[in-house]
């Protein structure tokens, strides 16, 4: 199995230098964009698995519920960044992980609902408790700023970058933080791996209950 983090000498400059303009890299948007960040080929084929594996993982990646703890992962590393890095999928068929930049930032949100949820721009006191969306009077105040994560996908991370004039302590943080990143690589591909030995594929019929508009005696 393939592993993407490396240990790197946090005193040799040269050999963190070395390893951050080594690291593989891809866009952030589009190739026309020309946008470049640090990034892992999450690709099936390439991360080094027996054929059983591969086609078992070929069958998992059709089953939306198992894409939601590799985004907890994602969202964890996020967190711990508070946000200001985040991780993503990019690709024609989503197969890379790359490394965003980002932030958290006040939404605008006042007041939600208790019931269904739904979010609103106001407060209780400017326009009442009543859900515009379900109609109960479930409505509260958020008692702190809600906030929401922005991410800036047109941004590159050090897109050519000479590290030689870099201070060590910012080369340290920086190799930190793509180390981070390459670990949470392992981290989503041993979890791909459990998932792959501990569950199978398969298929379920269910009935999806419609309306539609018919024509009734008026008498």
């Known amino acids: 199995?393939?592993?993407f983090y490396h240990p790197v000498?946090?005193?040799?400059?040269?050999?963190?230098a070395n390893y951050l303009s080594g690291h593989f890299r891809y866009n952030t948007m589009n190739s026309w964009n020309r946008c470049t960040s640090y990034a892992c080929n999450l690709k099936i084929h390439h991360l080094g698995f027996e054929s059983r594996i591969v086609d078992k993982l070929f069958s998992l990646i059709q089953v939306p519920e198992f894409y939601e703890s590799l985004n907890d992962?994602?969202?964890?590393?996020?967190?711990e960044h508070?946000?200001?890095?985040?991780?993503?999928?990019?690709?024609r068929s989503g197969g890379y992980l790359v490394l965003y930049q980002g932030s958290r930032e006040p939404?605008?949100?006042?007041?939600?609902?208790?019931r269904c949820g739904q979010m609103n721009y106001t407060s209780v006191a400017e326009t009442g408790n009543i859900c515009g969306a379900c109609y109960e009077p479930a409505r509260r105040d958020y008692s702190y700023t809600h906030m929401r994560i922005v991410s800036y996908p047109g941004r590159?991370?050090?897109?050519?970058?000479?590290?030689?004039?870099?201070?060590?302590?910012q080369l340290r943080d920086r190799v930190e933080l793509v180390q981070g990143f390459d670990k949470l690589a392992d981290a989503m591909v041993e979890e791909a791996l459990w998932l792959a030995k501990n569950f199978d594929v398969q298929e379920e019929s269910y009935f999806v209950e419609k309306t539609r508009p018919i024509l009734v005696s008026a008498t």
Do not use: H, V
């Open 1 to 3: 199995m393939r592993k």
């Open 9 to 16: 000498d946090k005193r040799s400059r040269e050999a963190m």
């Open 73 to 79: 992962l994602m969202n964890e590393f996020g967190d």
């Open 82 to 91: 508070d946000y200001r890095w985040q991780a993503g999928m990019n690709g």
């Open 107 to 114: 939404s605008g949100y006042k007041s939600y609902c208790t």
């Open 156 to 169: 590159g991370t050090d897109d050519g970058e000479d590290f030689s004039d870099w201070p060590i302590y």
